[in-house]
């Protein structure tokens, strides 16, 4: 089984809302990071699970929420007023350090250990 595995994605109308999940053990801290074509993969949202600090991308803040659910051993993001521009691959990524600030890990894709397979995101009307 693959370290990190994505559910949710899909289409949807701008406004819109949709939830991702990701699952997998073994990390202190998860986040999403999406890629749009003929983009870099850049930071969304990310979650430190040993402080709960969380870090938003300046363009989502407001919007998404990233959360643990400790019964699933998931870490979710919910999407909420979706735009256009959002839609990318989303991907799920997890850190084994337990030192990493949340912020860098949503900032340096280096500081990346594992990523999931990724999950596609529409939003088009």
Do not use: H
Not at 55 to 71: C, E, H
Request: with cysteine; hydrophobic share 30%.
């Amino acid at each position: 089984q693959a370290p990190l595995v994505e559910s949710g994605g899909g289409s949807v109308q701008p406004g819109g809302s949709l939830t991702l999940s990701c699952e997998g053990s073994g990390f202190t801290s998860k986040g999403w990071f999406r890629q749009a074509p003929g983009k870099a993969r850049e930071g969304v949202a990310c979650f430190n699970g040993n402080d709960g600090t969380t870090y938003y991308a300046d363009s989502v803040k407001g919007r998404f929420t990233v959360s643990r659910d400790n019964a699933k051993g998931t870490v979710t993001l919910k999407m909420n007023s979706l735009k256009t521009e959002d839609t990318a691959v989303y991907y799920c990524a997890g850190i084994i350090n337990p030192f990493t600030p949340v912020q860098t890990m949503c900032t340096v894709t280096q500081a990346i250990d594992y990523w999931g397979q990724g999950t596609q995101v529409t939003v088009s009307s």
